[in-house]
């Protein structure tokens, strides 16, 4: 079915093209989800009924919903309510040091880090707590970081439909700090340019100057 977006009147994706994946499979119950955690303590090598775990589970449960809240989220809609009475104010629009917190798809370990979203209004502006949910929305799920990227910044030209959307994160993945390769300090830089950003050099480096020096993620 094709939502229609009211502030813009514009037809929107239907949910299966908004990234969540199908599932086939029925959600297990949440008493199902403690039990696997309680399997998992045990095959670490500790007791789950001892004091100090006995409520852990929940907390991992807990826990989970808050890292993995996105899939409930639909960034398109987020994305819906915009502005415009502008002026005609047609520059760069910058949201920079957005803190990233997101989880690795193939260790479920944090990923850590900052976006800089950016967009060229055309005729419409959306309100930037917007931008920043968006990030949130794409990052509290399994990920990895060029596709979390990507989708930060189709989703705004999708619904927006702006000049052109430029995204950077910068991350530290956990998986590769504290186990694995072992590799503190090292960052991933990944960016997705559109439109007018991806045509236009002086456009790419007008943006990675106002992101310079921005701040570095934490490990
Ligand atoms: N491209 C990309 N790779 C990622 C991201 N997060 C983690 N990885 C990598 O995904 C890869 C998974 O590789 P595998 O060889 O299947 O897993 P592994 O045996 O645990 O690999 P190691 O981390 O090298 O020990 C690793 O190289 C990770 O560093 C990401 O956001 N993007
Ligand atoms: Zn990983």
Not at 155 to 176: D, F, K, T, Y
């Amino acid at each position: 079915m094709m939502h229609r977006n009211a502030a813009l009147n514009l037809p929107l994706p239907p949910a299966a093209k908004r990234a969540l994946p199908e599932i086939t499979a029925p959600r297990p119950s949440r008493e199902q989800a403690e039990e696997a955690v309680r399997t998992l303590l045990l095959w670490a090598g500790d007791d789950p009924g001892r004091e100090g775990l006995r409520d852990t589970p929940a907390r991992v449960a807990r826990a989970y919903e808050e890292f993995f809240s996105g899939y409930q989220e639909d960034p398109v809609a987020l994305l819906a309510r915009s502005f415009e009475e502008t002026e005609g104010y047609d520059e760069m629009v910058v949201l920079r040091d957005i803190r990233v917190e997101s989880h690795c798809e193939h260790h479920m370990v944090p990923i850590i880090g900052r976006a800089h979203v950016a967009y060229l209004p055309e005729g419409r502006v959306v309100g930037i707590s917007k931008l920043a949910r968006v990030v949130e929305a794409y990052a509290r799920r399994l990920q990895i970081q060029e596709k979390l990227t990507a989708q930060v910044a189709n989703s705004i030209q999708e619904v927006l439909r702006p000049r052109g959307v430029a995204v950077v994160i910068e991350a530290s993945h956990q998986c590769m700090t504290t186990r694995g390769v072992h590799k503190p300090g090292v960052s991933m830089i990944t960016s997705r340019m559109l439109g007018a950003f991806r045509e236009d050099a002086g456009l790419r480096r007008e943006f990675l100057a106002m992101t310079r020096g921005a701040a570095a993620p934490e490990a």
